[in-house]
């Protein structure tokens, strides 16, 4: 088992990397080291998802500080190598990433800039300061998207071979082929985890699950791609983290591990449960929700169905998943309805600029 000391996790202020950082301070198993957040604060990055942790981790914790902030752009090599030797960094758990497909559409290069110089910045600054340092570890998170589009049978396993379709998924898929090219080529301790669709509180409202959440709440349009009928695997994002923790302390150096939550839902018959939790919890008429759908025109290449294998890490690392779909729908949705002040904050500005631009007044 890995002992864990001075991690550094990019991208901590965005949906997973937030939930990650209260996971490990708010007592993950065998956590007794500090966090070190390295995050641009893009759009999607949200200081206020870890105002709590600041507030009992951060500087007013004194002596016992255990997490500390540093705004900067993980492509940005001296910074990067200024935040290893300032923090005697041991361990990076990378999550940072531009990380909506409809975005990569829109607007690529920033995929490009962010997602590949990045991720090289990163493995080639810990490729300098470890040397040949065992006790190291370099996690890098992916994505399922990277193994491209499945018919109506069949899952993806470590062994699929890649096939990315949007810039978005072309994009993990280069960061993930240097990560292990580190690994093989100069023997980089590294670990790497592609994961199926994650949900959970702090997700920024583009996303299909927390933007339907608060259209439903707001009586606005409810939005769905094409005829519905694009399948997701979905895995509740407490469970995700506890799987790369899993992998950080006891994943085999130099392999990738797929994460799922073995919980396929085609895009519309999620809308109709998520429109039953939503009504019964804030009083709404589930029928009149209901008639709120609007299908829209489909993304370009829009990748029919993502089912993930997880059979290794469940049997390698004894993981499991422990949150079923109602549970987490239901916490997630509480969520959203206990913290307004979250959703103003990421709902005003540049965002709701981009969203009016892209997909018009909703
Ligand atoms: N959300 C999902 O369903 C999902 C599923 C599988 C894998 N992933 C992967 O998990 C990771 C996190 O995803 P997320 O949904 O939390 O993303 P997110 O968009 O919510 O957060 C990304 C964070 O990275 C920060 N960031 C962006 N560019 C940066 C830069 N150049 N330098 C420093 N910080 C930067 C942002 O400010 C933000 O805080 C990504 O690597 C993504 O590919 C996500």
Same mark, same amino acid.
């Given at each position: 088992?890995?002992?864990?000391?001075?991690?550094?996790?990019?991208?901590?202020?965005?949906?997973?990397?937030?939930?990650?950082?209260?996971?490990?301070?708010?007592?993950?198993?065998?956590?007794?080291?500090?966090?070190i957040?390295?995050?641009?604060?893009?759009?999607?990055?949200?200081?206020?998802?870890?105002?709590?942790?600041?507030?009992q981790?951060?500087?007013?914790?004194?002596?016992a500080?255990?997490y500390?902030?540093?705004?900067?752009?993980?492509?940005?090599?001296?910074?990067i190598?200024?935040?290893?030797?300032?923090?005697?960094?041991?361990?990076?758990?990378?999550?940072?990433?531009?990380?909506?497909?409809?975005?990569?559409?829109h607007?690529?290069?920033?995929?490009?800039?962010?997602?590949?110089?990045?991720?090289?910045?990163?493995?080639?600054?810990?490729?300098?300061?470890?040397?040949?340092?065992?006790?190291?570890?370099?996690?890098?998170?992916?994505?399922?998207?990277?193994?491209?589009?499945?018919?109506?049978?069949?899952?993806?396993?470590?062994?699929?071979?890649?096939?990315?379709?949007?810039p978005?998924?072309?994009?993990?898929?280069?960061?993930?082929?240097?990560?292990?090219?580190?690994?093989?080529?100069?023997?980089?301790?590294?670990?790497?985890?592609?994961?199926?669709?994650n949900?959970?509180?702090?997700?920024?409202?583009?996303?299909l699950?927390p933007?339907?959440i608060? !259209? %439903?709440?707001?009586?606005?349009? /409810?939005?769905?791609?094409?005829?519905? +009928?694009?399948?997701? $695997?979905?895995v509740? @994002?407490?469970?995700?983290?506890?799987?790369?923790?899993?992998?950080?302390?006891?994943?085999?150096?130099?392999?990738?591990?797929?994460?799922?939550?073995?919980?396929?839902?085609e !895009? %519309?018959?999620?809308?109709?449960? /998520?429109?039953?939790?939503?009504?019964? +919890?804030?009083?709404? $008429?589930?029928?009149? @929700?209901?008639?709120?759908?609007?299908?829209?025109k489909?993304?370009?290449?829009?990748?029919?169905r993502?089912?993930?294998?997880c059979?290794?890490?469940?049997?390698?690392?004894?993981?499991?998943?422990?949150?079923n779909?109602?549970?987490?729908?239901?916490?997630?949705?509480?969520?959203?309805?206990?913290?307004?002040?979250?959703?103003?904050?990421?709902?005003?500005?540049?965002y709701?600029?981009?969203?009016e631009?892209?997909?018009?007044?909703?």
């Amino acid at each position: 088992m890995r002992i864990l000391k001075n991690i550094l996790v990019t991208g901590g202020s965005g949906f997973i990397g937030s939930n990650f950082i209260h996971f490990l301070l708010n007592g993950a198993d065998g956590f007794e080291g500090r966090i070190i957040n390295v995050d641009a604060l893009t759009y999607a990055g949200n200081p206020l998802s870890l105002a709590d942790i600041e507030e009992q981790f951060g500087t007013a914790a004194g002596t016992a500080q255990r997490y500390c902030f540093e705004h900067g752009n993980i492509c940005d090599r001296p910074f990067i190598e200024g935040i290893f030797k300032k923090y005697d960094i041991d361990t990076v758990v990378h999550f940072a990433a531009e990380s909506h497909v409809d975005r990569s559409i829109h607007g690529p290069e920033a995929f490009v800039k962010t997602n590949v110089m990045g991720t090289f910045t990163l493995l080639d600054t810990a490729r300098d300061f470890w040397q040949s340092e065992k006790d190291a570890l370099f996690h890098h998170i992916s994505t399922d998207e990277v193994y491209g589009s499945l018919g109506d049978t069949g899952r993806f396993t470590e062994e699929t071979p890649y096939d990315p379709r949007s810039p978005y998924s072309a994009s993990k898929a280069a960061s993930d082929h240097l990560a292990m090219a580190y690994s093989h080529t100069y023997g980089l301790p590294l670990t790497l985890s592609n994961c199926s669709n994650n949900y959970g509180p702090r997700q920024f409202p583009e996303k299909l699950i927390p933007l339907s959440i608060l !259209n %439903i709440l707001e009586g606005k349009e /409810l939005p769905v791609y094409g005829d519905g +009928k694009n399948i997701r $695997d979905w895995v509740y @994002v407490e469970d995700h983290n506890r799987a790369v923790w899993t992998v950080m302390r006891q994943g085999k150096a130099g392999e990738k591990y797929n994460i799922g939550g073995e919980n396929e839902w085609e !895009n %519309i018959r999620l809308l109709y449960a /998520l429109i039953g939790i939503v009504s019964r +919890k804030a009083g709404l $008429d589930a029928e009149k @929700v209901r008639a709120s759908i609007a299908f829209v025109k489909d993304r370009p290449g829009h990748d029919r169905r993502y089912a993930i294998d997880c059979s290794k890490i469940k049997k390698e690392l004894a993981w499991k998943q422990e949150v079923n779909f109602e549970e987490g729908l239901s916490r997630t949705v509480d969520w959203y309805l206990s913290n307004s002040g979250w959703v103003n904050s990421v709902r005003s500005g540049e965002y709701r600029r981009w969203m009016e631009q892209n997909y018009g007044r909703r």
